[in-house]
Each structure stands twice: as C-alpha cells, then as structure tokens.
C-alpha cells in the first residue's frame, strides 16, 4: 500500500545522515544539458522528482546513468526538443530545462509544468524574463513553444525574486550573446548551486549569492564532476520533529549555514542546537514554546518548505503560535488532516493559520496532498500516542530519498505498507 505507518508518543535519539538536495540537484541537471560533454552528479538523492528529471534528460536524448548516488550525464548529443508527459506535467521543476533547452537548441515546445498543489504557480515572470532575451513565446493548448535565433544578453529586473525564474535566466544567459544583468535574483542557496556548478563549467558569472547576477554570456563550457550539497529542509524536517516529539540527536551533514532562519525559529521554541563542521546536534526542551507570529520569507527568512513541519511541530507547544505564509497562497492543506489528530488549527483566510498548543495528538488515518504537506504529517505521527498511517507516501517519495529508514535512525518506530 501507498503508506507510511508510525507508532509514535516517544522521543528521538540517535543518528541520521542528511541526504543531497532536491531543489539544488534538479536545476544542476537541467544545467547538464548545456554541456557537450559528459558530467558526473555526487550525492544525487534517489527521489521520485530526479527519476523524472533523469527521464526528462533521456527523452531530450541524452544518456543518463545512475549509480547509488551518482548520476553521469552525457549531453553531446541532443535529438529531440519537445517535452511533454507526466514528467513534465507531473514535476514543478520540469520549468526549468526551459531555459537549458532554449540555450542549447534555440526551441522548445514543452507543456505546462505541474508540481505540488500548494498555489496557483504561474510561469508568467520566467517567460517574460526570456522574452527580454529576444526568445519568442507561441501558447497552444496547454504547451507552448518558445524560440530564438539568437539568444541576447539584457538587463532584467524580476518582480517577485522566484527561485524557478531566476534559474531559468542563469540557464539561458549562460548560453547567450553578451552580458545579462539580472536584479531582484533569489538569493536561495540552490542559486548559489546551480552558479558553482556552472563555474566550474566554464561559465562566467558574478554575483553569487548576492540578488544581483552578472552573466557573461558564451564561454565554452566543459563536463564538471560535482557534489550536490546537502539538503536543508530535510535537515530542517528532521530538526522540527525533535522539537516536536522531544529527544537528542546529529543530523550529519546538515548544512548549517543555510538553516539560520530554522535555528533561529528552533531557538525561540526552545531547542538547544549546536553546530559543528560534522553537522547539527540537537538537544530538545521538554516544554515547547509558542510562537506569537512567524512568517515565511524568501532566502535567508524562515523557507515557505518548512511551514508545514513546523506548523506539526507546534501543535503541542505551551500556548498560541500564529503563522503566516507569503510565499503560496495555499499551503495549509495540511491543517484538517493534523485536526483529525486532535490538533487545535484554526485558518484565518489562505495565509494565516492559528495554532493552539495541545498535551497531545492520537494517532489516526491521514491523507498527505503535497510534499511537505506530507513530511509534516510524519513528524506528526513521531509526536503523537498510538498508531498513525499516512497514506499517498508517493508526495513524500519526491522529495526525501527514504524517510523510514531516516527515522529508524532516530529510533522510531516506523515502517512502509
Ligand atoms: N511566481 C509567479 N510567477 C512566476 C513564478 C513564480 O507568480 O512566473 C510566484 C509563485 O506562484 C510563488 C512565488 O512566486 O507564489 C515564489 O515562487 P518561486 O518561483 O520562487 O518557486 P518555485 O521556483 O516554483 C522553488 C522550489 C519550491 C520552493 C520555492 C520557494 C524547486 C524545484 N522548487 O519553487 O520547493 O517552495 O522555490 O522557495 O526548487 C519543495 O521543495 O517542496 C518546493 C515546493
């Protein structure tokens, strides 16, 4: 069965290692594809949303291997520039080979992309951004095709700093004639991924980690063997679930210096952390604090991806928590599946939720809708009395590479069926 079963009420103790990341590996393969040559991906995570890239790169022509965690792709040479299917309608990230496609064959006609029900998530900035580089945009039933003869570096200025937009631009204007200038970049660390990968590629671009990215368009680029760095918001899953179920434990690898706006929301609850080049250590209060209000931000905020988790985490804390969510504009889906637990959420509009602290949650059937959505509902089941089953374990396959056996270490009690 589609399901995750959890005997959870008991505290976290032990040792887990956090897996490669998700939204950093899935931009640095579509960057692959841009290079005529072959290029090795280490710690690549076995999820549900790289097979599909890794399809996605296959159907372009590509050649695609995978060995335990390392993918070897050879773009030489490219037959096809047409992208449809559930890979593409099924993965959010499928948007951006739209720019590494454009740069590489001058055309693409690809449909919509899909991804995790948690807003609308028009692609209205990624192509007017594109078409400041000359590319052309012809929309037919559900696809699109866009076209170029000659991809021009411009100075760009985003209205909202997406993370998709700004990587499809880097993608494109690493291939393009002359400077780009792109201003109000996300600043998220997968950004920074993406560029290292790219530099190391040959490629010129300056800027990085900054919201302003200087591309020097043109320069051959190279196969590049290169490590994916670990995956924040898995670390940051695993963190709220401590807090949330209490415990002591490592999380090797996790990638500290991206986690500030975490640690500081982990602090403020009343978690003791400590940071070590190995990773975090992470000593739970047993008494958890509320928190008046928090609200997710871009990079370096506190992520829109741990809203959820840490929504579950708080369900239990000694008072009210008020959270607010910027990013997407429906991501509390969540909220019912953690009331039939027992939570006490109450939802004021789309972007504020209200959560009274709890003693406890019981354990029951719940349906994951999305992705981190889905995690929360896991954290959930460690925190609460009695048995848990979270059933379409398929959303969470996305994105963490296997969940059970990461608990397991952590001494839950946890299995698939
Ligand atoms: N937006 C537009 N128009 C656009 C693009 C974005 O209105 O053309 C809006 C979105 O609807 C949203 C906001 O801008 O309200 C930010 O979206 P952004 O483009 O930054 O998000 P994304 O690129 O679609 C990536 C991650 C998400 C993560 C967000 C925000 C990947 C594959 N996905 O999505 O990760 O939540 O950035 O940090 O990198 C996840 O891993 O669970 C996940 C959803």
Same mark, same amino acid.
């Given at each position: 069965m589609d399901a995750i079963h959890i005997h959870g009420g008991n505290a976290l103790f032990g040792e887990t290692k956090i897996q490669g990341s998700k939204n950093a590996a899935l931009p640095v393969m579509a960057a692959a594809l841009l290079i005529k040559d072959v290029c090795t991906i280490e710690n690549c995570p076995h999820i549900s949303d790289v097979l599909h890239m890794q399809q996605l790169l296959q159907q372009l022509g590509c050649t695609v291997s995978h060995e335990e965690n390392t993918l070897v792709i050879d773009a030489r040479n490219l037959s096809m520039d047409t992208m449809s299917g559930e890979n593409v309608t099924g993965m959010r990230s499928s948007i951006t080979l739209l720019?590494?496609?454009?740069?590489?064959c001058r055309e693409v006609?690809?449909?919509y992309?899909?991804?995790?029900?948690i807003g609308q998530r028009p692609i209205d900035i990624h192509l007017s951004a594109l078409r400041k580089m000359g590319v052309a945009i012809y929309e037919k039933e559900g696809c699109f095709t866009a076209r170029?003869?000659?991809?021009?570096?411009?100075?760009?200025?985003l209205p909202i700093s997406s993370v998709g937009a700004t990587e499809n631009v880097i993608l494109a204007a690493v291939m393009a004639r002359g400077v780009t200038v792109l201003q109000n970049a996300a600043k998220e660390p997968e950004i920074a991924t993406l560029?290292? =990968? #790219?530099?190391? $590629?040959? %490629?010129?671009?300056e800027g990085i980690g900054g919201s302003v990215l200087i591309i020097q368009g043109?320069?051959?680029?190279?196969?590049?063997?290169?490590?994916?760095?670990?995956d924040r918001i898995v670390a940051g899953t695993y963190l709220m679930s401590v807090i949330g179920a209490g415990g002591n434990? =490592? #999380?090797?690898? $996790?990638? %500290?210096s991206q986690m500030r706006g975490m640690l500081k929301i982990a602090d403020e609850i009343g978690a003791q952390i400590h940071i070590s080049r190995e990773g975090l250590h992470v000593i739970a209060d047993e008494h958890k604090r509320a928190l008046p209000y928090v609200k997710t931000e871009i990079y370096p905020g506190f992520p829109t991806d741990m809203q959820s988790p840490l929504m579950a985490a708080l369900t239990t804390a000694q008072g009210i928590s008020v959270i607010e969510e910027t990013i997407f504009e429906d991501r509390f889906r969540v909220a019912a599946q953690l009331r039939k637990m027992g939570a006490g959420i109450e939802l004021s509009g789309k972007r504020q939720a209200v959560i009274i602290g709890v003693d406890s949650l019981l354990g029951c059937e719940v349906t994951a809708e999305e992705l981190r959505g889905g995690a929360a509902l896991v954290i959930a089941g460690c925190m609460a009395l009695g048995e848990t089953i979270v059933k379409n374990r398929h959303f969470i396959e996305r994105g963490y590479e296997d969940i059970c056996r990461d608990y397991r270490n952590l001494g839950v009690d946890i299995r698939i069926g």
């Amino acid at each position: 069965m589609d399901a995750i079963h959890i005997h959870g009420g008991n505290a976290l103790f032990g040792e887990t290692k956090i897996q490669g990341s998700k939204n950093a590996a899935l931009p640095v393969m579509a960057a692959a594809l841009l290079i005529k040559d072959v290029c090795t991906i280490e710690n690549c995570p076995h999820i549900s949303d790289v097979l599909h890239m890794q399809q996605l790169l296959q159907q372009l022509g590509c050649t695609v291997s995978h060995e335990e965690n390392t993918l070897v792709i050879d773009a030489r040479n490219l037959s096809m520039d047409t992208m449809s299917g559930e890979n593409v309608t099924g993965m959010r990230s499928s948007i951006t080979l739209l720019g590494a496609v454009l740069g590489r064959c001058r055309e693409v006609t690809m449909a919509y992309p899909g991804g995790c029900v948690i807003g609308q998530r028009p692609i209205d900035i990624h192509l007017s951004a594109l078409r400041k580089m000359g590319v052309a945009i012809y929309e037919k039933e559900g696809c699109f095709t866009a076209r170029v003869k000659s991809l021009e570096g411009a100075v760009i200025n985003l209205p909202i700093s997406s993370v998709g937009a700004t990587e499809n631009v880097i993608l494109a204007a690493v291939m393009a004639r002359g400077v780009t200038v792109l201003q109000n970049a996300a600043k998220e660390p997968e950004i920074a991924t993406l560029c290292e =990968f #790219l530099r190391e $590629a040959g %490629a010129v671009i300056e800027g990085i980690g900054g919201s302003v990215l200087i591309i020097q368009g043109g320069h051959e680029l190279h196969g590049v063997s290169f490590r994916v760095p670990a995956d924040r918001i898995v670390a940051g899953t695993y963190l709220m679930s401590v807090i949330g179920a209490g415990g002591n434990v =490592f #999380l090797e690898d $996790a990638p %500290a210096s991206q986690m500030r706006g975490m640690l500081k929301i982990a602090d403020e609850i009343g978690a003791q952390i400590h940071i070590s080049r190995e990773g975090l250590h992470v000593i739970a209060d047993e008494h958890k604090r509320a928190l008046p209000y928090v609200k997710t931000e871009i990079y370096p905020g506190f992520p829109t991806d741990m809203q959820s988790p840490l929504m579950a985490a708080l369900t239990t804390a000694q008072g009210i928590s008020v959270i607010e969510e910027t990013i997407f504009e429906d991501r509390f889906r969540v909220a019912a599946q953690l009331r039939k637990m027992g939570a006490g959420i109450e939802l004021s509009g789309k972007r504020q939720a209200v959560i009274i602290g709890v003693d406890s949650l019981l354990g029951c059937e719940v349906t994951a809708e999305e992705l981190r959505g889905g995690a929360a509902l896991v954290i959930a089941g460690c925190m609460a009395l009695g048995e848990t089953i979270v059933k379409n374990r398929h959303f969470i396959e996305r994105g963490y590479e296997d969940i059970c056996r990461d608990y397991r270490n952590l001494g839950v009690d946890i299995r698939i069926g």
